[in-house]
């Protein structure tokens, strides 16, 4: 906690690391939680000094992240905000009786569910100014990926877990569907591989019900 602030010449309020290490004595994973509240406390500092008080102002060390991410949302055009919404779904790995977690998604995935460039920009943007959405090249492939900054996010974002809570049976059938269009694709699109009978009519009808865009492939 000192380190950093100490090398820039600034100071910490000691009430301030005894709080910090309070909060985060039983959160796992706690670095990368750390490194943002006091980043977003660096931004809110008083003269020299990191305080308690701008520590509170941004909601501690897991309420920082939901509220930034609030006020990344609700600064959106209204155009942007499904925008969000659509992103934010294809960014998270279902838990099945776990925790959820994040998911590194390729842009050009984004790129297929929002096809407006302005509004795909704005969004993805916003949120990575804000350090809560990373860029990335997958290792294998080179492309670009897109991944959710910190797994916390999904835990303490209510918005984003209303969104999950809504939308999680949505999110598993697109799940299964996007496997089997990439095996498909995988396969030449050997006509065996696409979908027939009760599990097309099941895809069929869910596909024309839901608000979840799909990719063309999909």
Request: aromatic letters at 6%; glycine letters at 6%; charged letters at 30%.
């Amino acid at each position: 906690i000192t380190g950093p602030v100490e090398r820039m010449g600034l100071e910490v309020d000691p009430a301030l690391v005894e709080r910090i290490n309070a909060d985060i004595s039983e959160e796992p994973g706690a670095l990368p939680l750390v490194q943002y509240a006091l980043t977003e406390v660096f931004d809110r500092r008083s003269g020299r000094i990191l305080s308690v008080s701008a520590y509170e102002k941004i909601g501690g060390v897991t309420g920082a992240l939901a509220r930034r991410a609030d006020e990344v949302y609700n600064a959106l055009p209204d155009s942007a905000k499904d925008a969000a919404r659509q992103i934010m779904l294809r960014l998270l790995t279902l838990g099945e009786g776990k925790e959820d977690t994040r998911r590194r998604a390729p842009l050009s995935e984004l790129v297929a569910v929002v096809p407006d460039p302005a509004t795909r920009q704005t969004t993805l943007d916003a949120f990575t100014q804000a350090r809560l959405l990373t860029f990335d090249q997958d290792q294998s492939t080179r492309e670009p990926v897109v991944e959710v900054a910190h797994e916390a996010l999904i835990r303490e974002w209510g918005l984003l877990r209303g969104w999950l809570d809504d939308s999680r049976a949505d999110v598993r059938q697109q799940r299964q569907l996007a496997v089997a269009a990439l095996e498909w694709s995988d396969s030449r699109r050997d006509d065996s591989y696409l979908l027939s009978g009760t599990r097309l009519s099941q895809f069929e009808e869910w596909a024309a019900v839901t608000d979840l865009m799909l990719t063309p492939l999909e």
